[in-house]
């Protein structure tokens, strides 16, 4: 069965520091979505992309944040200056017609 | 705005036994799409089941069942036959109407099942 893979399944960083989170969507899907799970909380939506542009942005999603399909396979989260409070699990999920997602396996992010 | 609502953040079942998980929901749309997925502690999220709002009938997936009430706006998942293997969280969440429109998560339901 096709999955989406995420990479690494673990980060630990320094505060202020860049970190990228990596994704490989399925490969015929056209829409990329990026959600966080901070621990013990529910998930929350970050960010859809479709046809190389965002297609909607929550309020999490501030100028900290960026998303890029850099060649057409990957597509990947940057924080520019990781905070603590961006410690969480980052899931990547992909479809194919923006209705039916399937989810990453996610990266936990530790901000120290 | 969407918003999920799921009451119990911790249930216990027998294995063998049926379970059911409650979700209400709020939206002013009248198109939208209700789905549960299950979050085992290796924490994957697995996509359970659907259920659109114009379904008439339940959704069933396997022992997975969705009990849609749409007058009460609930989508209560029923697991028949628990196994241990079921012991997770579980999310109830929900899309309005359009394409790559996100996905309002519940708080989820952390099921544990006794041997």
């Known amino acids: 069965e096709p999955e989406v893979t995420q990479t690494p399944s673990h980060q630990v960083t320094q505060m202020g520091q860049e970190v990228i989170l990596r994704c490989v969507p399925i490969?015929?899907?056209?829409?990329f979505y990026w959600y966080r799970q901070i621990l013990g909380q529910k998930v929350e939506f970050l960010v859809s992309?479709?046809?190389?542009?965002?297609?909607?942005k929550s309020e999490i999603f501030d100028d900290q944040f960026s998303v890029e399909r850099p060649d057409g396979s990957n597509f990947t989260l940057k924080i520019r200056s990781t905070k603590l409070e961006d410690s969480a699990m980052y899931f990547c999920?992909?479809?194919?017609?923006?209705?039916?997602?399937?989810f990453g396996s996610g990266t936990r992010l530790t901000v120290v | 705005a969407q918003k999920i609502t799921q009451t119990q953040p911790g249930m216990f079942v027998q294995e063998k036994e049926a379970v059911t998980l409650d979700c209400t929901y709020d939206?002013?749309?009248?198109?939208?799409?209700l789905f549960w997925y299950k979050q085992p502690s290796s924490g994957e999220m697995i996509f359970l089941i659907y259920?659109?709002?114009?379904?008439?009938q339940n959704a069933t997936e396997g022992r997975y069942s969705l009990n849609f009430q749409k007058a009460r706006k609930s989508a209560n998942l029923v697991i028949s036959a628990s196994q241990l293997g079921d012991s997770a969280m579980y999310f109830c969440?929900?899309?309005?109407?359009?394409?790559?429109?996100?996905?309002?998560f519940g708080s989820g339901t952390q099921l544990t099942v006794l041997p």
């Open positions: 999920a992909s479809s194919e017609s923006g209705a039916f997602y399937t």
């Open positions: 490969s015929n899907h056209l829409y």
């Open positions: 992309f479709y046809n190389n542009e965002i297609s909607e």
């Open positions: 939206t002013s749309d009248q198109s939208y799409g």
């Open positions: 259920q659109g709002s114009y379904d008439e």
């Open positions: 969440a929900m899309t309005p109407p359009g394409s790559a429109r996100q996905l309002t």
